[in-house]
Every structure is written in C-alpha cells, then in structure tokens.
C-alpha cells in the first residue's frame, strides 16, 4: 500500500468517528457559517506574486519542519507579507495538524484560507465552512469524476472557492468541468515523493484558460517562479521553504519584494 493509500484509509475511519461525534447540524450552527467567504481565485488573478503561503509542522516526506511556530504568528507574518492566501494543513495523523489551526489562522488574519485536507466526504465541507475556511483542496488522485463533481458543487453552494489537485494528464483529463475554481499541479508524486517541476510545465498546455493556474510543492526560490510563470500559471504554493524557518512571515516578506522588484 503506497503512502497515500495509507492516509485515505486511515481518514475515513476518522472522518465515520467524527461524524459520529458531531452531528452536521451542530456544525451549521457555528457563527462562521454566515461568514463572507473570500476568493483565493480572485485574488490570485489580481496579484503580480501569487503566493500562496502554507501552515506546515511535519509531513511524510520531510517529518519535522518546524514545530516551535504558532499558528497566529505564522498567519500574521504571512498576511502581513502581502500573500494571496494561506494553506493550513489540519490532518493530524500525518501532517501535525487540526481543525484548530484552521480556526486560529481564521481568528488571526483575514486572508482566504484553504482547507489542506484529505477530502473523502462532504461531511468535511461543513466543517472546512464551519472552521472558517474560503477554499477546499480536493485531491483527483483519491476521486472518482462523479466525487469530485458532487463535492466541488457542494463546495460551491457553501460559497468556498475549490482548488483541484492533480499530478498526472489522466487525472486533469478525469476532473476539467465548471465548478472547480483552481487547477492545481502538484509537483510532488503523493505515492513516491519524488518532486520535478517539470510536472507542472508538461501539464499547463492540458489545463483550460477559465481556470487559474497553481503550481504546488517543491518551490524553494525565486528562479521556479520565474520559470512556471511563462506557463501560465498564476498561483504557487510554497509550505516548507517558509516554515523551515523561524519567522515564515519575514521570509515570505523576503521573498515577494524580491519576486516584485
Ligand atoms: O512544502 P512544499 O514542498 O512547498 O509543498 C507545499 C504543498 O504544495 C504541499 O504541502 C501539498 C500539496 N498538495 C498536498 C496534498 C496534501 C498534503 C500536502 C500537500
């Protein structure tokens, strides 16, 4: 069983608990449920940098990343940086991180946030609405067409913006259709870990012009952005580079004067 294999199966079993925990009506009744969603896609289409800047402690891959952080100072320093929106990773199991974060990053800073999570059930929709998320990430890889058409119109009707993840030709082929907002490229091979930005250049052609154009993982310097940028794409998703550091606010700071002189 490959690494992604693992985390699916191990999150429907979390999701079949949680859902017996906390009903959805429960959810409904969070005060962020009336909350104005913002648009990541809208922002990213207006912005000359287009970062987007992720909350990560550890991942499979890399373990520990930086684990002395808060997740306020992080959302702070990114906001103040001038990014376009914040990734905040709540699976716990394998990435360190929660629900909880997603609702500090909320109460933190006004930025979109994106939901980074193993999406399986709609279920986490509501809760992705009720933690104070703009943005939910759905994974092609652990989809079928007919799951991404329901959860991404869904998505839609809670007024969150939906960024679609793909990483090989037939997953973008299975997965173009209106209610998806983002096509995203992962740069990273889920099940092996290996990291090419080539992924992105070679798939950018495949990706219809209605949709925003990111480029996520592996994005360590200014040079890939330079590079991805004359392929379209409009949006990078940058985790580790910032929080491998003790103030990713300042890099991210760093970061985009540079990318703007
Ligand atoms: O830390 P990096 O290499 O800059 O990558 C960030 C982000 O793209 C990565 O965390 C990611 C992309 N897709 C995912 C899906 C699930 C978990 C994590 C991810």
């Known amino acids: 069983m490959n690494i992604l294999d693992k985390i699916t199966l191990d999150k429907r079993k979390e ?3 949680r859902k017996s925990l906390i009903p959805i009506s429960q959810l409904e009744q969070s005060v962020l449920f009336e909350r104005q969603t913002v648009s990541l896609a809208n922002n990213l289409r207006n ?5 987007i800047a992720e909350h990560k402690r550890r991942s499979p891959s890399k373990s520990i990343i930086n684990n002395n952080l808060n997740v306020q100072d992080v959302a ?3 906001e ?24 500090t990053a909320r109460a933190s800073c006004n930025l979109p946030l994106l939901r980074k999570e193993f999406i399986i059930d709609e279920y986490q929709l509501i809760e992705a609405k009720a933690y104070g998320a703009d943005v939910i990430l759905l994974i092609a890889a652990i989809l079928t067409r007919d799951e991404i058409k329901q959860f ?12 679609l993840e793909v990483h090989n030709e037939e ?9 998806l907002d983002m096509l995203g490229v992962n740069n990273r ?7 090419s930005l080539e992924t992105s250049k070679t798939l950018s052609s495949l990706i219809p012009n209605d949709f925003v154009k990111v480029s996520e993982s592996g994005i360590s310097n200014i040079e890939a952005i330079k590079e991805l940028q004359p392929y379209g794409y409009q949006g990078f998703l ?3 580079n910032f929080m491998k550091t003790d103030n990713p606010g300042e890099s991210a700071t760093e970061f985009i004067k540079t990318l703007e002189q």
């Open 76 to 78: 702070k320093g990114y």
């Open 80 to 103: 103040n940086a001038g990014v376009c929106g914040m990734s905040v990773l709540t699976d716990g199991k394998y990435f360190g991180g929660s629900l909880d974060d997603l609702l």
């Open 152 to 163: 991404s119109e869904f998505a839609k009707s809670l007024n969150l913006d939906v960024l």
């Open 189 to 195: 091979n889920l099940k092996t870990f290996d990291v």
């Open 15 to 17: 999701v079949a608990l």
């Open 171 to 179: 997953e973008l082929n299975k997965s173009i259709m209106p209610s």
């Open 47 to 51: 912005s000359t940098s287009g970062i």
């Open 238 to 240: 940058i985790g580790e």
